[in-house]
Antibody, heavy 118, light 111 residues
Framework: EVQLVESGGGLVQPGGSLSLSCAVSGFPFTDYPMHWVRQGPGKGLVWVARISHDGTYTSYADFVKGRFAISRDDAKNTLSLQVNSLRVEDTAVYYC???????????WGQGTLVTVSS | QSALTQPRSVSGSLGQSVTISCTGTSSDVGGYNYVSWYQQHPGKAPKLIIYDVTKRPSGVPDRFSGSKSGNTASLTISGLQAEDEADYHCCSYTGTYTTFVFGTGTEVTVL
């Protein structure tokens, strides 16, 4: 069974940082690109970042470039997202999502809530 | 990349059909046959119900169907059930650095 379990969210002040993690199991992690997708309160889903199956290539939504960094630790089956210089508008549930390897995404974690507020 | 446009809400009675539209551009929906749909119940993670415009993952009821015409994709739910009440999100591949764009989301209410 595919399982994606996020952690690391919390309350942080504007300008602060957090490190989000996603523990993966149930499939060969090293075979799949991975993504982070976020959802603001009462809002739609927004794609944030992608990392290739081997960690060689990363890509980001324009609104996070330079502030967020996606990475993976294949030895620990873990996906990470370092979020820096946080803004109030970054408040959202952040989901760890598996790439379907067919120009889409398929399995989602339950998400971790990041709240940016003073 | 602007979000794909979906109606904010649609509703239908038990057993009826509803269709949700998802409008993009020739750079996303119109340019690729890689549109997917996700169902999200309140407080839950999204679940894939349609991929590659028309295909259903195993276990998804056949009352869910997808289609596309030009820059607009559609999800039809036939024979509405109470458990279909949820938010639905479309998503399209954009061909740019292997990224994706999601829709604005649609709330489906079963009357």
């Amino acid at each position: 069974e595919v399982q994606l379990v996020e952690s690391g969210g919390g309350l942080v002040q504007p300008g602060g940082s957090l490190s989000l993690s996603c523990a993966v199991s149930g499939f060969p992690f090293t075979d799949y690109p991975m993504h982070w997708v976020r959802q603001g309160p009462g809002k739609g889903l927004v794609w944030v970042a992608r990392i290739s199956h081997d960690g060689t290539y990363t890509s980001y939504a324009d609104f996070v470039k330079g502030r967020f960094a996606i990475s993976r630790d294949d030895a620990k089956n873990t996906l990470s997202l370092q979020v820096n210089s946080l803004r109030v508008e970054d408040t959202a549930v952040y989901y760890c999502v598996r790439d379907s390897r067919n120009y889409g995404v398929d399995f989602w974690g339950q998400g971790t809530l990041v709240t940016v507020s003073s | 990349q602007s979000a794909l446009t979906q109606p904010r809400s649609v509703s239908g009675s038990l057993g009826q059909s509803v269709t949700i539209s998802c409008t993009g551009t020739s750079s996303d929906v119109g340019g690729y046959n890689y549109v997917s749909w996700y169902q999200q119940h309140p407080g839950k993670a999204p679940k894939l119900i349609i991929y590659d415009v028309t295909k259903r993952p195993s276990g998804v009821p056949d009352r869910f169907s997808g289609s596309k015409s030009g820059n607009t994709a559609s999800l039809t739910i036939s024979g509405l059930q109470a458990e279909d009440e949820a938010d639905y999100h479309c998503c399209s591949y954009t061909g740019t650095y292997t990224t994706f764009v999601f829709g604005t989301g649609t709330e489906v209410t079963v009357l």
